[in-house]
């Protein structure tokens, strides 16, 4: 490998900078502030006024930042009619002129003002975090959705995959970047920083992370990922405190056991799915020996969808499949549990097939991101994961999704076109399976 | 200073990708490729096609890329029907939904190619260089500033202030950093590897550039900087074989005596400005004995104004000056340009402050730069840069443009406003000295 | 700054043989393995050789490495008759050739034994150990110190002060190290990472650590600082959860409040004086505002000297102390340690300065150690580490050293050859105040 | 691969202080000054005086550089009467106390002045600067040996194999290191950067050097290596311009074509057979592929050998060698020399296998290197250099050492036990041919 390491240094001046900006105060208004940012043409003041607006930001209380946001959407926004002329002037004359003018007009002047307080060095992190507030409140003020458009649009050009860096995770990797993979990771608690080493020092775990180079210190997404020697059975299998770490030469399974978006910010800019595949390819290279790529991945609508209208069983069996999961959760042992693993699973199966949203598509989120991304249904354990969660959503079952990246593009165009699930023969055996009468719903409704 | 060098792993992994990306072949004709790149939904074969793509367009001769951009030209520009529709439909109804919609039909699907196109490792750097082509032929193929309407809204994005990193480049920088800093020089060329160690290794020389990450091994713009005992009377001086190197303790002035530009395909997207007003920042910081900031800039226009119908002399006059340039750059010396230093430093004033555009900016393209960026000028030298190149397009006359950073904030809002250029009182007071008769044109135009 | 990341890149290799070396499995005997280590000629075996060395002596139980050091004292210790010879020889004929026969002689061969076991990746810090190892081992077999002459021979070359590399531990420092950090912490143990943060992330909070290259992931010695305005009347000031940060324009004092060594197998071989100049130059820079650069330390001999026969009080009176410090470390509030502050304090001034061993210097480890790098006694403050350790060993007491860089040369001459120890007034005044009736001991001791 | 960059850091310091010292000036003589920085107990007088001897002794000429070593031989030498003493009273009673003292009296107190003056930030390479200047007096002042005996006896310590970092040199690495490279190059001379830039550039040429962490910018040895499909039969082949790059699948032959020591302070301390060995390793690791690796190297006492008593042909023909190698280094062509193609062959056959020094080793310097390391000979070339430095000292002839991995520790016991030179069928039976009566000798040698 012939390699430099000019790039340290070029980083080392972004690190210098971090991902927070220096403060400005200023003592306009925030609105004037941001007019006056508009109609600056110097970068100097530029740079001031618009760290004063992140500063100002900063310190406005809830609704203050609502305030904000409804003068960004009344403010500056498209003005329809320049657009119009805009439009008409170029359906008249084709000209580049009237080009510039009409792409110029169909701009809302909210888009150039983010754009110039991204000038302010650490400003990206501290838009990304507007950018959360901004969602935090649509629910409530649905007509703040139009500034998000803004927003998104100016995001996906800037964290274009092009610009995203993969990095290792291990325990050699800053405390500060550890921290926030503890306080980010949203599928399997890190109960402490010994939980945190436990899944990093090992040889044989592994973790990866999105960053992007105007963000050093904040990880966007990240996956964790077991090297083990067959498919476990189980999540707690995979976190149990003792066990005997495995050789590189012993490992052929790589496990993707939990994948965590870490910027609320940046949500609907999806970076998952490149996550895995670029892991899948990193670890092919340095780990030749690798022959399987699987998630083990949790059902979140499973307990739901069991209850539901759509379910095949009677809420009697549910009811007492709840109990089971709330006794097992108290730690004491719970038979049902065990003894009805394969009904489980089978339901499972029919679930993960079977229900589907209104367009068609799994009506389980997991599924859903990963089915979308070419991976296909392998396997399907119950008892996987008993933390209260898992057995709460998912009545403890749990799914491999197997990238095999011979087969991710056609799996992934078949899904895309007609919604088609690849399904292993064992799970689709399963999803098949009848459910016994005693459990059966009055009006039982079958996978077809 | 309390630091990390997390960003020194996390730039680990872009150098290994560099700024080339994997060349990847595919059959089908680059507007199949483009037209299934746009169309596809799985970023694994988006990649794929993408680089092929890329490579395909490397391939390429002039003829067929022409062909290709009028291409984009043609079949991915903005659909203006469904524009006004969108544009109507918005008016009527100002949902979320139709702004969303407006947006979508106001951008012409070639920036979505390139976005894609983006995705793939190191084509940030190749689509930079597609830009480039693209200017080439933009003079003959004027409609084909469409597509740059596209190219520079999207490099706008992603080369903004808030990406760029500044970085030293010494002679511990790597030698393919160096090799390019070489090819890049615009201004005063750089001869040879100990012509470019004497402008980088000693303590008083100094040099900075902007990277772009996504471009680790290629620079944006540089500056050459000297830092001097007062403000040296030539680059002849500064750029002497021999000299003694100054101690950090005697230095009070830093001269900016060369800024290129690097890439071309990057045109209009300035970064200039930014890195000046950076690097005196930091100088700023590390040697607080520097007290002056200027340039040592040349005059390009000063030779053909003089000889034009603007100009205060005689076309006999500059004919004398002509002759006595060719004669001094054949290192014969020439009594005449060291006889007239003063005149000549008189009438280049009357230039500089007394050119102008027909937008009222100046008539010089250097002088436009500095001043719009709040510099103003401070003195001016007269055989001051005696290579052929400076004798023949400023009569060797150079221009010390000051950044006094208290005051260029509100000479750049003057110069913007009111075209008002900034200048000491002993080049005012040039430039209102008499053009002697002798060398008076018929028609004088004096400076008011 | 010029500078340059190609230690970046030279380190990167470092990194990757880390501070452990490739375990090698050799069927001999570690004797054998030794001898043939010893006469090996080509360097790939005894790389091989030596790595069988280390990896055996790793599996050794305590009583097997006991066997090896005999070994090692016995069978390659110096041939006397040879060296006697060598120095007759020499004597008769002092040629160079005689001298270099003299110079081999007075190497025992386990010297060059242990210089070739570091030939193999990672053994710097397996030798460091192996000499720890030996260390316990000193107190029952006094014959082994014998060997430990070699050890520290070689680590006194190895471990130059020109090799050590100063580096900041901040919260951006990896967390393998930081780990070692906690673990080493010897005066004022860190509890856990919550802890370590409050004493790394505040901008008025620093630490600093030697390293040396061949243990990159060791600390050798670090130095934990508390940035504050004024000096700091008690740990617990300096150490409490909540307090506000100190912006870098208030602060004027460094505190070093903790010093501690980390590797036991570096024991005599002293870095913790060069640290702490390092430290006080390195701030110094960074932050002219600093004037005072002072530590917070403990008095570890003061409860002892109290109650052995130097004691210038009675026991009663100590006792009473003793029972007044365990309940203060109940957390109950105890009267007698807070009204007798100033007795206390006195008497602490009295033993700083008056208690000598019998070679004249202070009975006092913390001090001998401070006076003889040049620092001076500056304040005593009583209740100032309220710990159930500080209470029980110093009765709560502190001392400031002083480290005035103008005057650390010359205090240091002074102590080194005369004793003398610097005082501040106020502390030589205290040292003087006489003890009160009712707590003086019958043969009351005065310092002069 | 789980790695850190803790180390970027660690090492972001040592480039800072660099490999130079800063000058410190001091009133007393060098003498006074190095006694007084024997008996200086503090560290920071200690730095100050060891940074004055430095700066001193580089501003010494050369005469008073030999009056320095003088000081250091006489007044520093080793007290044989105080060795004595230690000897016997060790002998009467082997205490510890006495085994140190022993210890300590066998050392010259230079070697603990040349250890404090390592202190000094940047010594090491001033000192193994002062050692080069030593042997070059060494010829004409032979006492001084006994110094060097201690410069040895440190740098054997100093940089032991373990404190040795490896590092590929590329295109990429700092133009500082490069122009080092350029310089130091001993074999094939560099011509300029153009030169550089093919032996570094391509991905089928590699460069790995030697580094020790103290002097991070003086590499220690360094090796050029091409990669290439079979062996080349000359090293005009591997050093053409035109040549067309192999892909990393082509390769098969990995070859060695110059190795260069770049210190020749560090003579006699010798790196240069771990580096081979270092870089087999990691090239048979990074390109799987490589399955030969060969020295391309030349005879350099070929030339001289055959016009010696030694020689197997007469002076007549040596002599028209030479003038045919004088013509073609003209670069007029040579029939001779290309019809003796075979003949030179043998001869340089029999000069590697039959010619041998005193102690039974090979004539041949570079032939000695290479055997020791376990190589063993495979195959000649004959117009294989076509310098004038290659035609004069080899008269074109280069040989192919090979480094058969399973076989250097072997080869190496052999020739370090009983001198036994490993050699391949083809080049044993070339040193057995029958030499021309027309060319030889009349009393002629052959190799048995």
Redesign the interface.
Known sequence: ????????????????RGSSFSAFRDDRSIDKLCADLLSS?????S?KIGSAVLTRYQELDGEDRRAFFQLLCSQMD?D?AA??NA?TA??GD?S?KN??A??AA??APRQELL?RL???????SALVNMRKDLLDLLPDN??L??ID?DFS??F???F????L????I??????????KIIQYEAVHAIA??DDL?RR??P?DR?CFAF?H??M??EPLVFVEVALCRGIPGSVQDVLQDERSELDREEVDTAVFYSISNCQQGLRGISFG??LI?QVVADLSV?LPHLKTFVTLSPLPGFADWLSGEQSPVSQDYVDTLQRSAIAKSDNSDSELLVSHNNQLRGLAAKYLLGAKREDGTPLDPVARFHLSN?ASVLELHGLADTSPNGLQHSFGVMVNYHYD?DK??SQ??AF?QSGEVGASKPVSQLARSKVPADMRRSVEKEVS
């Open positions: 490998m012939k390699n430099s390491s000019f790039l340290g240094e070029l980083i080392a001046s972004i690190i210098d043409k110097g970068e100097v003041s740079r498209l329809i657009l119009s439009v170029y359906g084709r580049v080009l510039a009409l792409s169909a701009e754009r991204n000038h302010v060095p650490g400003a990206t649905p007509e959705k139009r458009l649009h100016l996906v050009s800037w274009n995959r092009g610009f860096v993969i990095r290792p291990s325990w050699q990797s800053p405390a500060n970047i550890l921290a402490d920083w080493r990093l020092q040889d592994r960053f180079p105007a050093p210190d799915n490149f595949k340095q070419g990246m991710v593009e992934h165009e895309a």
